[in-house]
């Protein structure tokens, strides 16, 4: 049967140009499509130029008192208002989200290269390590973390270092799982049959060809996880086991020895624990669109 | 079936036996020696040498492990060096305090989730929508320490209202003994509904795309019979298995909601103990959480074949 062909010379409809003329153009329609996203990025990037920045942004240093001031209400002087010993509470806010920013980046990347390392190994060589190491992460994840976080910093006692340790061990259990269900979907492509075939060392594979190929989720896992670690960090603070007290904690400044003077001063409950509502709001937006974005299959997880 | 069963009993096992590994390393990798920091912390040992025999601590480290398993298999799990009572009584005897915290937590936590959860699919992108998964992220982000501090300071200070300080048992007033209860328990439940409604939400958008409810639809039924008869029970499928995880999450945060509203459960007793470097309990109640946590990942494991046939067969 004969089909009639239409002719070419129709006009092309009009739709809007799907070719960004400038990364400015792509970056304002990547806005659009996921504004969750970019309200997260923005406060995201927010927060670590307060880190960056706190000396300049901070009128005051974090542990100056003055003592005439003490649990004054917000003012001219001190935006937020002062605590029990007469501190800023907006410059230890400020200096907090260093505080905040360091021990939480650390930990994560910690956390991520030693769960890089447990879940490309276990998921590529498969067999009874991965068994075994797949039990050991199980036994690992079934402890409540907080209970097992405190229990490490009350045994191997307070201070920075040891708090990025312990939760950088945290992020590693759960984001090895991530990683592993990554390597053992990568693992079946037939390049790397190739790659074997050919002579491929297994380093050279995990290297050259596996680890390229989770960069993914390994980076949308590490920025949710990001979000989940600056709440864990100010959970220990809280309660004490986390960031020792020179420095500024948000979890600290809600501690539960500043309670008493909570009732005549509420002012001191609020701003930190609005500051880390914030910064884990920010990083988990920021993690949903780029998972969106770069791997939708995992969405829901 | 019964050879999924068998397997998944099996596995249980290395896991169970990795979770005895970590509490006991967890207690041994004091730097320094932990009579000596006993010693000086709580002045507990005046005689370090009888002491560490006392706590085994003389002989090789194998050998202290096999003991101590040997122990907690009889039922054993050590004296309490602050009460001087056995860890596994005084476990017991905090116990139902914190299951009745977590149980309600997780009513809480499922009739807020799945119903906002299935709305949320249902009215996609509308503004229901967009305040559920707010709603959701507000839960995920917020803290719950903060949240229970601000429930306690703001009405003290706008109304001069406290819960009550003092724990009151269920034989004293059990309405009382329930409502204090309440608060602690929703405000635990929040962070493990929004994780729930999440997932809820995505599954139910996954399912209400499939081809049988699209069959359902066109058959003219009902929206809320396709909804919750036909979409929903495949959607609860996945949710089921991360209840386990959830439950995990709720246990840790017990410690801070006990802590602040002075429910003596067994967080806030692991939370003292800590405080008083009493190793032993801390030993104890780290296996216990660990082994129930286990023992109802494995119950959930089990329901989800049960519920769905595909895992069976894999």
Redesign the interface.
């Known amino acids: 049967m004969v089909q009639r062909v239409e002719p070419i010379s129709r006009p092309a409809p009009a739709v809007l140009s799907s070719v960004p003329r400038s990364w400015l153009h792509c970056l304002f329609r990547l806005m659009r499509r996921k504004p969750l996203g970019a309200f997260g990025a923005v406060i995201t990037l927010a927060m670590l130029l307060m880190a960056m920045f706190a000396e300049y942004i901070a009128p005051f240093h974090y542990n100056e008192t003055h003592m005439r001031d003490r649990l004054k209400p917000s003012s001219l002087t001190y935006i937020l208002g002062t605590d029990n010993l007469g501190r800023d509470i907006f410059s230890r806010i400020v200096y907090g989200a260093r505080v905040s920013m360091i021990v939480s980046l650390s930990a994560v990347l910690l956390g991520t290269i030693l769960a890089t390392v447990v879940g490309t190994v276990s998921g590529y060589f498969g067999g009874a390590l991965d ?2 190491m797949q ?2 992460v ?11 976080l ?3 910093m ?4 307070p201070g920075i270092v040891n708090l990025t340790i312990a939760l950088g061990v945290l992020v590693a259990a759960s984001t090895s799982r991530v990683i592993r269900s990554a390597t053992l979907s990568v693992k079946e492509h037939t390049y790397i049959e190739a790659a074997r075939a050919v002579g491929a060392t297994h380093a050279r594979i995990l290297l050259r060809y596996i680890l390229p190929n989770v960069m993914a989720p390994i980076i949308i896992t590490a920025t949710i996880t990001l ?1 989940f670690i600056i ?1 864990a960090e ?2 220990l603070s ?2 004490g ?1 986390g960031v020792p007290p020179p420095y500024p904690s948000w ?1 600290l400044m ?1 501690n ?1 020895s500043g ?1 008493v003077f ?2 005549r001063a ?1 002012w001191m ?2 701003w ?2 609005v500051a ?3 910064a ?2 920010g990083f ?2 920021l993690g949903d669109a780029l998972r969106d974005v770069l791997d939708p299959r995992l ?2 997880s | 079936m019964r050879q999924y069963v068998i397997k998944r009993l099996l ?1 249980v096992l ?6 005895t ?2 509490v006991f390393i ?2 041994r ?3 320094g020696d932990v009579v000596q920091m006993m010693f000086q912390e709580q002045g507990y040992a005046e005689d370090l040498a009888a002491m560490r025999a006392l706590l085994g601590l003389d002989r090789p480290l194998h050998v202290q492990y096999i003991r101590w398993v040997g122990n907690v298999l009889g039922g054993d799990l050590g004296t309490s060096l602050w009460t001087k009572n056995p860890v596994l009584e005084e476990i017991l005897y905090r116990f139902p305090i914190t299951l009745k915290l977590g149980f309600l937590a997780m009513v809480f936590a499922l009739s807020m989730a799945m119903p906002i959860g299935v709305l949320s699919a249902v009215r996609q992108d509308t503004f229901q929508d967009y305040m559920a998964r707010s709603f959701a ?2 839960g ?4 719950n ?3 229970a ?2 429930a306690i ?2 009405p ?2 706008y109304f001069g209202w406290t819960p009550p300080i003092q724990f009151i048992p269920f034989a004293t007033n059990p309405w009382g003994h329930v409502l204090q209860f309440l608060l602690p328990a929703f405000i635990l439940g929040l962070a493990a509904g929004a994780s729930v409604m ?2 809820t939400r ?2 139910m958008l ?1 399912v209400l795309r499939q081809d049988y409810v699209r069959t359902a639809w066109s058959k003219g039924l009902r929206e809320r019979v396709v909804v919750l008869k036909h979409a929903l029970r495949n959607a609860i499928i ?1 949710v089921i298995t991360i209840l386990g995880i959830q439950l ?2 709720v ?3 017990t ?2 909601m006990e ?2 509203f002075g429910l003596p459960g067994m ?1 806030k007793f ?2 003292d103990a ?2 008083q ?1 009493d190793y032993p309990v ?1 030993q104890g ?2 296996l216990i ?3 129930i ?2 023992i109802i ?1 494995l119950v959930t494991d089990l329901t989800y074949a049960l519920i769905d046939p595909r895992i069976r067969y894999r």
């Open positions: 068994i075994l039990r050991a199980d036994a690992w994840m079934a402890f409540p973390w907080l209970i097992v405190l229990s490490l009350s045994i191997v006692g979000g709440l100010s959970a809280f309660l086991f979890g809600l539960g309670r909570m009732l509420p409950a609020m930190a624990g880390v509502s914030l884990v709001f988990n937006m969405r829901g | 596995l290395p896991t169970l036996f990795f979770i590994l970590i967890l207690t990798i004091i730097p992220i507000g995920l982000s917020i803290p320490f903060w949240l501090t601000i300071v703001l003290a200070y999440r997932l995505a599954m996954e996945p995990a999450q246990a840790g945060g410690v801070i802590s602040i967080g692991l939370f800590l405080l470097r801390v109640v780290n959480l660990a082994s946590i286990v990942n």
